[in-house]
């Protein structure tokens, strides 16, 4: 079945780094475009970044030039990492897995940027 497992995620002080994995298997992983969303709490949730089966990688203004959204095929895996992180990224991540016929959503990872 399609499962898709997010990791990596923790408790980071400001200005601090995380990478976040998120494994997929059940699909083509290929031929379907990778995201990144996340909910902060009481808020809805929010796309973070992209990247396509082309590899064409995209992201919301908030985390331009501090995340970086990339995918290794052969692992079957879409990576977000995160640096110079704040306090308004605290949140749960999930990864999302789209083409044009269907999608399918991780169970999230808690990031918590706090001093």
């Known amino acids: 079945q399609v499962q898709l497992v997010e990791s990596g995620g923790g408790f980071v002080q400001p200005g601090g780094s995380l990478r976040l994995s998120c494994a997929a298997s059940?699909?083509?992983?290929?031929?379907?475009?990778m995201y990144w969303y996340r909910q902060a709490p009481g808020k809805q949730r929010e796309f973070v970044a992209v990247i396509t089966a082309y590899g064409v990688a995209s992201s919301v203004g908030s985390v331009k030039g501090r995340f970086t959204i990339s995918r290794d095929n052969a692992e079957n895996t879409v990576y977000l990492q995160m640096n110079s992180l704040k306090p308004e990224d605290t949140a749960v991540y999930y990864c999302?897995?789209?083409?044009?016929?269907?999608?399918?959503w991780g169970q999230g990872t808690q990031v918590t940027v706090a001093s």
């Open positions: 999302y897995a789209g083409s044009e016929q269907d999608g399918f």
């Open positions: 059940g699909f083509t992983f290929s031929s379907y475009d």
